[in-house]
């Protein structure tokens, strides 16, 4: 099968920094389709071996099991085309098909690494100049709007010059290894499906923390801020990854007919619980292993009276028989106690206990989904403790460690995406309206606290964010997953 691939935002960050090193590790596995080109998109006036050499450059970031030899750079660069173009002018997209014709493919992707305000004039330039032919596909990266009614022009430009089935919105979440075990787990197996609802499950916990801070992104940071940064997209994407019913096959719209179920049945917010579970926070100054940091303030390109959230904890409660009454607590934020993904399912306690336990329900388990991946499933088990007392139980762990099963070598979350793109697989993508189900829930949030006069509440950088968070779950009389350790 071949391809062309054309890069707009060419020489920006996200091409560099993923899209590259993705499509670089496609080639080495054998993965990429050999017959393709990839044309990177820019203003700038460069030759192709300009470009090439470009690139070559950027490789030396790369984590060094995942950088080119210089052999290995040549073969991928024989790949790589350079096309300049003003991403406002009609004679250019005209060059464009000019270009593309020279290497006549049997799928076209237009890939949007631009800044969203972009997204509608590229479409609209795309069409004009007849480049969104049938076997056209548009990848589009987040952002996608700011709210439901900038999302919703988006799409609405979008599907009037591609269909639903040719636009690849991307959340590299839905890409990650882990996410996709996720559904292996619930979908592949009879044993979890009996006790995945309401009447065995206490809570459940989608915990994203970051260690980092928001480094060079400031500027653009501080007008997103951390709910329309992970919570829209991600954290919701993981909930109904975690909550929706098993779809009737495999096929795309089976799974994202389910996650649109699911969105729809969030419940909405009201007054009181806009005040008591949404909580938002923003770093300041603290340690990191042992290194002082500045905080959000401080940070180049944030305003220095911002009062952009770069925590949430939110308590999202899902109206269906299945769920009705189990809180699903969401928690992200940027520079926490460190990198560390997870998602912890806490089952009830046993209805009437015969045995000594430590301490209330025994059952959880724990989805790893970064930095490792894995399972951890804990259970009260008769250890060897106390010889004389066989009434008192342990708590055990049944561990499964992805890394220590299959190999740490596994396919990069933009390596499946693009590949999946090129072959036209769309069941990592996400439809246009679950992403406008997902902005109808979290609009309200933004709203409520674009008024509120109580700033976001701060947290020592290097901590699981502010106390307000615990609070939050307290009250349920439930803890967060680190807090039971
Ligand atoms: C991106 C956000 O979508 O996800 C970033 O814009 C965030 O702010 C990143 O750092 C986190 O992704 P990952 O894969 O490192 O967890």
Same mark, same amino acid.
């Given at each position: 099968?071949?391809?062309?691939?054309?890069?707009?935002?060419?020489?920006?960050?996200?091409? /560099?920094?993923?899209?590259?090193?993705?499509?670089?590790? =496609?080639?080495?596995?054998?993965?990429?389709?050999?017959?393709?080109?990839?044309?990177?998109?820019?203003?700038?006036?460069?030759?192709?071996?300009?470009?090439?050499?470009?690139?070559?450059?950027?490789?030396?970031?790369?984590?060094?099991?995942?950088?080119?030899?210089?052999?290995?750079?040549?073969?991928?660069?024989?790949?790589?085309?350079?096309?300049?173009?003003?991403?406002?002018?009609?004679?250019?997209? +005209?060059?464009?098909?000019? $270009?593309?014709?020279?290497?006549?493919?049997?799928?076209?992707?237009?890939?949007?690494?631009?800044?969203?305000?972009?997204?509608?004039?590229?479409?609209?330039?795309?069409?004009? +100049?007849?480049?969104?032919?049938?076997?056209?596909?548009?990848?589009?990266?987040?952002?996608?709007?700011?709210?439901?009614?900038?999302?919703?022009?988006?799409?609405?430009?979008?599907?009037?010059?591609?269909?639903?089935?040719?636009?690849?919105?991307?959340?590299?979440?839905?890409?990650?290894?882990?996410?996709?075990?996720?559904?292996?787990?619930?979908?592949?197996?009879?044993?979890?499906?009996?006790?995945?609802?309401?009447?065995?499950?206490?809570?459940?916990?989608?915990?994203?923390?970051?260690?980092?801070?928001?480094?060079?992104?400031?500027?653009?940071?501080?007008?997103?801020?951390?709910?329309?940064?992970?919570?829209?997209?991600?954290?919701?994407?993981?909930?109904?990854?975690?909550?929706?019913?098993?779809?009737?096959?495999?096929?795309?719209?089976?799974?994202?007919?389910?996650?649109?179920?699911?969105?729809?049945?969030?419940?909405? /917010?009201?007054?009181?619980?806009?005040?008591?579970?949404?909580?938002?926070?923003?770093?300041?100054?603290?340690?990191?292993?042992?290194?002082?940091?500045?905080?959000?303030?401080?940070?180049?390109?944030?305003?220095?009276?911002?009062?952009?959230?770069?925590?949430?904890?939110?308590?999202?409660?899902?109206?269906?028989?299945? /769920?009705?009454?189990?809180?699903?607590?969401?928690?992200?934020?940027?520079?926490?106690?460190?990198?560390?993904?997870?998602?912890?399912?806490?089952?009830?306690?046993?209805?009437?206990?015969?045995?000594?336990?430590?301490?209330? =329900?025994?059952?959880?388990?724990?989805?790893?989904?970064?930095?490792?991946?894995?399972?951890?499933?804990?259970?009260?088990?008769?250890?060897?403790?106390?010889?004389?007392?066989?009434?008192?139980?342990?708590?055990?762990?049944?561990?499964?460690?992805?890394?220590?099963?299959?190999?740490?070598? $596994?396919?990069?979350?933009?390596?499946?995406?693009?590949?999946?793109?090129?072959?036209?697989?769309?069941?990592?993508?996400?439809?246009?309206?679950?992403?406008?189900?997902?902005?109808?829930?979290?609009?309200?949030?933004?709203?409520?606290?674009?008024?509120?006069?109580?700033?976001?509440?701060?947290?020592?950088?290097?901590?699981?964010?502010?106390?307000?968070?615990?609070?939050?779950?307290?009250?349920?009389?439930?803890?967060?997953?680190?807090?039971?350790?």
């Amino acid at each position: 099968m071949s391809f062309n691939l054309v890069l707009f935002g060419g020489t920006g960050d996200l091409s /560099w920094r993923k899209l590259m090193p993705a499509l670089f590790q =496609a080639f080495r596995h054998g993965t990429l389709p050999p017959d393709g080109r990839i044309l990177g998109v820019a203003r700038d006036a460069m030759t192709d071996a300009q470009y090439r050499e470009l690139i070559r450059t950027r490789f030396d970031q790369v984590e060094l099991a995942k950088r080119p030899s210089a052999e290995e750079f040549d073969r991928f660069a024989a790949l790589l085309h350079y096309q300049r173009m003003d991403l406002s002018k009609p004679e250019d997209y +005209a060059a464009l098909k000019a $270009r593309l014709s020279e290497h006549p493919a049997d799928t076209t992707v237009m890939y949007l690494a631009t800044s969203p305000n972009l997204f509608t004039t590229v479409c609209e330039q795309l069409g004009a +100049a007849g480049l969104n032919t049938a076997s056209t596909r548009v990848v589009l990266e987040k952002p996608l709007g700011q709210d439901l009614t900038s999302n919703r022009q988006i799409n609405q430009t979008v599907l009037h010059y591609f269909s639903e089935k040719q636009i690849f919105r991307i959340d590299h979440y839905l890409g990650k290894p882990s996410v996709q075990n996720l559904l292996a787990l619930r979908f592949g197996n009879a044993l979890f499906e009996p006790v995945w609802r309401r009447e065995h499950i206490a809570n459940i916990q989608i915990t994203m923390a970051e260690g980092l801070g928001v480094e060079k992104r400031g500027g653009y940071y501080d007008g997103i801020g951390a709910l329309r940064d992970m919570v829209q997209n991600h954290a919701l994407q993981l909930l109904c990854a975690i909550a929706m019913e098993p779809p009737i096959n495999s096929h795309a719209d089976a799974i994202r007919d389910e996650k649109l179920k699911v969105l729809r049945s969030l419940v909405r /917010w009201t007054p009181t619980t806009l005040d008591q579970h949404a909580v938002r926070g923003q770093y300041a100054a603290g340690n990191m292993a042992g290194q002082a940091v500045p905080g959000y303030l401080q940070e180049t390109g944030v305003n220095p009276q911002s009062q952009t959230e770069t925590f949430v904890a939110l308590r999202a409660e899902i109206a269906n028989w299945r /769920w009705a009454g189990v809180p699903f607590y969401i928690r992200t934020g940027k520079r926490l106690a460190g990198r560390e993904a997870h998602i912890v399912v806490n089952f009830r306690a046993t209805p009437h206990p015969i045995f000594k336990t430590p301490n209330g =329900a025994a059952n959880k388990l724990v989805i790893h989904l970064q930095p490792k991946d894995g399972l951890e499933l804990h259970l009260l088990a008769q250890g060897q403790a106390n010889r004389r007392d066989t009434g008192s139980l342990s708590y055990a762990q049944l561990d499964l460690d992805f890394d220590k099963r299959f190999g740490t070598e $596994r396919v990069g979350a933009y390596e499946r995406l693009l590949l999946d793109v090129i072959d036209g697989r769309l069941n990592l993508f996400v439809r246009s309206d679950e992403q406008e189900a997902a902005w109808r829930w979290v609009e309200p949030v933004l709203e409520h606290w674009r008024n509120d006069t109580i700033p976001p509440r701060s947290y020592a950088a290097g901590t699981w964010g502010p106390s307000a968070a615990s609070a939050m779950i307290a009250r349920d009389g439930y803890s967060w997953e680190e807090e039971t350790r």
